[in-house]
């Protein structure tokens, strides 16, 4: 089966730089997604990593280490609209592009 | 292109009666999918289809049934709806797994 953990709340300060991490469990590894979902809203997709290291999307950027089973998120000069909240994901081990969800991260962002 | 489209946004049911959850994709993806979301959870996958005529269980398929008769269209249907199955229901579909594109959810109250 699959788990992952993340934190269920992350605040921080307008133009600042925030990290939500991810650590995870899962039999098959295939790569970590990471989605954002406003309130009310559909989640969309943010960056995937299938190898070590760093992906760069403009001001987000993804993590991973496979060797830790660990990713991160990471969202630079923060604005107000980035406030939501945030989910990492893995593929399961059924061969089938099923993404098992982590319970997500609630970032509010502050003036 | 629509993307992926669901009917209807919201829905009341007493318990004990069934519906449809309309979803079409127009993007001619193979894969599709259906998730619940709970307050404070993450996505929880009910059904998936890899191709039109092959649909398999997820993690919650209890109480929900499924058809893929074309590319475009993937239905998701309550037998005889509970309390329990008051939540957010999300289409999804993919070309590749880890970037799933989601409909804008349909929020069902059974009373």
């Known amino acids: 089966g699959q788990s992952l953990e993340q934190p269920s709340e992350v605040t921080a300060v307008e133009g600042a730089i925030v990290q939500i991490n991810c650590t995870y469990q899962t039999s098959g590894f295939y790569g970590l997604s990471w989605y954002q979902q406003h309130d009310g809203g559909a989640p969309t997709f943010l960056s995937y990593n299938a190898l070590d290291g760093l992906e760069e999307t403009g001001r987000f950027s993804s993590f991973l280490s496979r060797s830790d089973s660990y990713g991160y998120l990471l969202l630079q000069e923060l604005q107000m609209k980035d406030s939501a909240s945030y989910f990492c994901a893995v593929r399961d081990s059924t061969g089938a592009n099923n993404l098992f969800f982590g319970t997500g991260t609630r970032l509010t962002v502050i003036p | 292109n629509a993307g992926v489209t669901q009917t209807p946004k919201f829905q009341v049911l007493k318990t004990g009666q069934s519906m449809t959850l309309q979803c079409a994709q127009d993007?001619?993806?193979?894969?599709m999918s259906w998730y619940r979301q709970d307050p404070g959870m993450g996505l929880r996958l009910i059904h998936y289809s890899v191709g039109a005529g092959i649909t398999d269980q997820g993690e919650v398929p209890n109480g929900y049934n499924v058809s893929r008769s074309t590319t475009e269209d993937f239905p998701l249907r309550l037998l005889s709806a509970a309390p329990s199955q008051t939540s957010v229901y999300f289409c999804?579909?993919?070309?590749?797994?880890?970037?799933?594109?989601f409909g804008p959810g349909t929020r069902l109250t059974v009373t």
């Open positions: 999804a579909s993919s070309e590749t797994g880890f970037e799933q594109y």
């Open positions: 993007m001619n993806h193979e894969y």
